[in-house]
């Protein structure tokens, strides 16, 4: 069975750094898709950065040359955040996509709708 464990989050001041990581177990070889997606308080859930097995990135508008998305291993996920915003603030979620079959974009939600989500790590950027 897939478990996915986020770690890493926590309260940080605005212009500040954190990095959330994301472990994967049960995978035999690795997911195609593994993302991070965020829900803050009244907003709908949204894909912040994804990376492929390929190692092709993908980043909202919002976060791009502000976070880092990185892959190791095959199953572990990383996100660099820097210079946090207040609008940061949300709880993050690992996700990993599940199948064998290929997607063009992994930072949408549809290869995540069959695959698994991890349980959620909390960021409050306050300004």
């Known amino acids: 069975q897939v478990q996915l464990v986020e770690s890493g989050g926590g309260s940080v001041q605005a212009g500040g750094s954190l990095k959330l990581s994301c472990a994967a177990s049960g995978y035999r070889y690795g997911a195609y898709c593994m993302g991070w997606f965020r829900q803050g308080p009244g907003k709908e859930r949204e894909g912040v950065a994804a990376?492929?097995?390929?190692?092709?990135e993908e980043y909202a508008d919002s976060v791009k040359g502000r976070f880092t998305v990185s892959r190791e291993n095959k199953n572990t996920l990383y996100l660099q955040m820097n210079r946090l915003k207040a609008e940061d603030t949300a709880m993050y979620y690992c996700a990993a996509s599940g199948g064998s079959g290929s997607w063009s974009s992994c930072i949408e939600s549809s290869p995540y709708q069959n695959g698994y989500w991890g349980q959620g790590t909390q960021v409050t950027v306050s300004s």
């Open positions: 990376v492929n097995k390929y190692g092709y």
